[in-house]
């Protein structure tokens, strides 16, 4: 069973801090990863995209990579109230041919202002 | 450009009965995937159409089914419904063998009383 885990939260930061998110995945294959921030009722939104290791930035948002970890983060600075939401990491397992993304269950992320 | 449109986008049912939901996927993808999202949890994958045929299957009974047309559009269809099925149902759009982006639709709060 290909798993990707992560943290159900709450993760409670302050307006303006760093907020950091944290996902593992368990098929060491995989070449695309993914987050998604998915507000309460609503359906998930692509923020981030990442395929090598390393860092991504895109505007407030940092995604990084480690494969031989096998570990993916999002971190997301400035945080702002409106950033509250459902943070969920997905993942494209080796070998799905017909791609099919695995989800993590998702880390809610509260900002307080 | 229009994104993945999916409707209806709330029903409710009663145990037993079947229901029919439907989705366009965003210009130019040639792939649907349906996920059964229940409340606290990341989304399950159902399965994938391309080609109008049912490329990969999660673990979901027979009771799901789907369809896809010509024009890329999808169907998910449930039988029997029980108070299990009630959920948020996603749809998302991709390219076949990418593994790139899926864009997901607004999703359909399926309740079954």
């Known amino acids: 069973q290909k798993e990707v885990e992560q943290n159900s939260g709450p993760l409670s930061v302050p307006e303006g801090a760093i907020a950091s998110l944290n996902c593992t995945y368990s098929?060491?294959?995989?070449?695309?990863f993914f987050w998604y921030r998915q507000y309460s009722g609503k359906s998930p939104e692509l923020i981030m995209s990442?395929?090598?290791?390393g860092d991504k930035e895109d505007g407030r948002f940092t995604a990084q990579l480690n494969k031989a970890s096998q570990y993916v983060s999002l971190l997301i600075r400035d945080s702002q109230p409106s950033d509250s939401a459902t943070y969920l990491c997905?993942?494209?397992?080796?070998?799905?041919?017909?791609?099919?993304?695995?989800f993590g269950k998702g880390t809610m992320l509260l900002v307080s202002p | 450009d229009a994104g993945v449109t999916q409707s209806p986008t709330h029903l409710i049912k009663t145990r037993g009965q079947q229901v029919t939901l439907r989705c366009s996927p965003k210009?130019?993808?040639?792939?649907v995937s349906w996920y059964q999202q229940a409340l606290g949890q990341g989304p399950q994958f159902i399965f994938q159409y391309y080609e109008e045929e049912e490329r990969q299957r999660g673990n979901f009974p027979d009771r799901f089914s789907g369809h896809q047309f010509p024009n890329y559009s999808s169907e998910l269809n449930v039988n029997a419904l029980l108070l299990g099925d009630s959920a948020l149902y996603l749809c998302?759009?991709?390219?076949?063998?990418?593994?790139?982006?899926?864009?997901f639709g607004q999703g359909t709060r399926l309740t079954v009383v």
């Open positions: 990442i395929y090598s290791n």
């Open positions: 997905a993942v494209y397992p080796e070998g799905s041919g017909y791609s099919t993304l695995t």
């Open positions: 210009s130019g993808h040639d792939t």
């Open positions: 098929d060491r294959g995989s070449q695309s």
């Open positions: 998302a759009s991709s390219l076949v063998w990418a593994n790139t982006e899926a864009f």
